[in-house]
């Protein structure tokens, strides 16, 4: 049975990559640094994925075990292992990258030539190369040498959303039936990959942003936006009429570019921009508002949901009023128990919409930042 350390025990490692590795028959052991969850798992080797979906039902993940990420006994674990995943946010990445470059050592010392493939499946543009860079400066030169052509750091993009939901068995999780797993076939090392659910592809990037920017972008302009009008879930705000008709727009805008620069077909877009809405207004998920709009510093930030497609529609010529306009919802995020929301809450007040815009997305473009400010005071009468 093929060895899987994922890294991440979290709703969404167990959700999604974990469920999906174990039911295509893969040993998974998490790696995570909460002793509860380390030890809840050791203890019942089992758990529950719940499919809240139209239609729902029940799967039972078994024959799991947990590990402390930062135990002495991981890297030889990864020495051994056939696959590493990650489920962990971009943040953590320099934090576990010690012991997987401990691994790929361990893994050198007992001669183990078998291919390793390691896959980030986080919410960010090419996370696996970022988590090389951060293990192979940890590497000396034999190191490094030994491993090429043996150990693969494989880009992907990843889409399902796995709501907080608390369940009876603190170990169960919620997830939507749907989900994605794009996975960049050219960097992988090895016998091609065959597991079903993920797709492999020699054009990850249209699959990235297309990810990233309609349906990540889509999803926090619901959430921004559902909170100015005091909308508890996710489902509650796209099913307002004035809420859905924006984030569509918003959708499409961020899409045009993304067709323009990549080629995608324009209907293929269409449909899934419908998806995407259908996906949103899934009554069974109970998507908290404040879990998917916390933290809009870094939602706002110059590589993510609304800089990075009003970027890239601003080089094409294209429009990004409707980009600027959710960009704006952002700005009006007001909760008191976010950090970010209330520093940014702050940087309104002190500096104005538009100064506040530019700083957090690094966009200095007079024309962008003033169309954020406009935005900002329409969205006042929300």
Known sequence: MPKVIHFGAGKIGRGFIGAVLNEAGHDVVFADVDKDIIDQINAAKEYTLHIIDRDSCSRRITGVSAIDSTSEELPVLIAEADLITTAVSLKV???IAPAIAAGIKTRSAIG??????????????RATSTLKQYVTEKLDVQTLEWMKG??????????????????????????????????DNTQLVGEPMSIPGMNLTDNLDAYVEKKLFTLNTGHCTTAFLGSMKGYTFIHEAI????????????????????????????????????????RFSNPHLNDLVSRVAHDPIRKLGSNLYFA????????????????????????????????????????????GPAETFSSISGIIDQKAATLVAQAYETLKTL
């Open 93 to 95: 990445l320099p934090y």
């Open 112 to 125: 183990n030539v078998s291919p390793l493939n390691i896959i980030c499946c986080e919410n960010g543009i």
């Open 150 to 183: 043996k150990i693969g750091f494989a880009d992907c993009s990843v889409d399902r959303i796995v709501p907080m939901i608390s369940l009876e068995s603190p170990l169960d999780v919620a997830a939507e039936e749907f989900y994605e797993w794009n996975v």
């Open 239 to 278: 099913c307002d009429p004035q809420i859905q008709k924006i984030v569509r727009s918003v959708m499409n805008q961020s899409g045009a570019a993304l067709i323009r620069k990549f080629g995608i077909d324009p209907e293929y877009h269409a449909e899934y921009v419908e998806k995407i809405i259908s």
């Open 308 to 351: 990075y497609p009003m970027k890239m529609a601003m080089d094409l010529g294209l429009p990004y009023d409707k980009i600027a306009l959710a960009a704006a919802a952002a700005l009006h995020y007001d909760n008191p128990e976010d950090p970010q929301s209330v520093e940014i809450r702050k940087r309104v007040a002190g500096s």
